[in-house]
């Protein structure tokens, strides 16, 4: 097994680029400690505290985004910071060629049951022409991402991660602290007998998901002719992950359970970078009207909906709202 950093150089990354990913793995390797050390520290439960989402933080989702924050800051690498944990962008070295949106505790509902949990992330090149504490220089397609990934504290901590030359499996050896490919260049399968969405919400969906859903359910005595298994972690990480092992069509579709906000995931810290490694797999990513990464942001909050997997069961499924 080679070292992350081997198998960066043998991408033709940039050195600048590498130490940035080398700083934001470190911030990996202790959250993936803090997360396994949570029952014992003090750390499990909620904060009193909403965040600009709306949402009830954990303890752990205050620990991670400050940790987070702090060593990206402090590294020099980043012109500015965007978490789905603040307000608007952080402001960091006026020179900075960087910037770096995430998610510092994807799945968070997950912490106390002891699921699965992870930490997204996402690099873009910094507009020079703007000021360091400019939100708008966040406001980029996914298209321009030059390395996002996620890391996914679970049995193992894996990394998943691309800078455009192919999506790659790494997992922390904990003997030496280093990331070491286990799988370059995933694969998936471009037909598949699995589905995740939250079928709690299926009321609330538009009449087309409705129907795509209700035929997959139907399996050999329906229109598909074939058995479909649903699988649903609750953790956008987890549920791509199993995407990215073995193949799978993962939706978080309109829905109009509150009209004000009929989409759920966000698109710069969740969907753009998963939609990048989704289709560096072999996959698809798409909302019902085109693909999520020529979506040009109108706020670093932007939310979107998403349908992303196994690429002739994504086309399917649109084949539905045609």
Not at 275 to 286: H, N, P, R, W
Not at 293 to 312: A, F, L, Y
């Amino acid at each position: 097994m080679q070292r992350l950093s081997l198998t960066l150089r043998q991408d033709n990354v940039p050195l600048d680029l590498i130490s940035l990913i080398k700083t934001i793995l470190a911030a990996t390797k202790e959250i993936s400690f803090r997360v396994s050390q949570a029952h014992m520290s003090g750390l499990m439960g909620s904060t009193l505290d909403e965040n600009i989402q709306g949402e009830i933080q954990k303890k752990l989702d205050v620990v991670a985004n400050e940790l987070f924050k702090d060593i990206l800051l402090e590294s020099g690498f980043v012109k500015a910071i965007s978490s789905e944990e603040e307000d608007t962008s952080v402001a960091g070295n006026a020179v900075g060629k960087y910037i770096v949106s995430f998610d510092p505790l994807d799945g968070s509902s997950n912490i106390d049951i002891n699921s699965l949990i992870g930490t997204i992330f996402s690099i873009h090149e910094a507009p020079e022409h703007m000021d360091a504490n400019n939100p708008d220089m966040f406001k980029q397609s996914g298209d321009k991402q030059v390395c996002l990934g996620y890391v996914l504290y679970g049995p193992a901590t894996m990394l998943v991660m691309t800078t455009g030359s192919g999506t790659h499996f790494y997992v922390l050896d904990r003997t030496h602290g280093g990331y070491l490919l286990v799988h370059r260049n995933v694969k998936i399968p471009e037909d598949t007998q699995e589905f995740a969405i939250n079928m709690s919400n299926q009321r609330f969906w538009q009449e087309p998901m409705q129907n795509y859903i209700g035929d997959l359910i139907a399996g050999e005595a329906g229109v598909r002719d074939k058995n479909f298994n649903m699988r649903w972690i609750a953790a956008m990480v987890g549920d791509i992950h199993r995407v990215l092992s073995r193949g799978g069509i993962f939706t978080y579709p309109t829905d109009s359970k509150n009209p004000n906000q009929p989409h759920k995931l966000r698109l710069m810290y969740e969907a753009n970078p998963m939609s990048f490694l989704i289709e560096q797999a072999g996959g698809l990513a798409m909302t019902t009207t085109g693909r999520i990464m020529d979506i040009e942001p109108t706020s670093i909050h932007q939310r979107v909906e998403v349908i992303m997997g196994s690429k002739n069961e994504v086309e399917t499924c649109l084949s539905y709202f045609k």
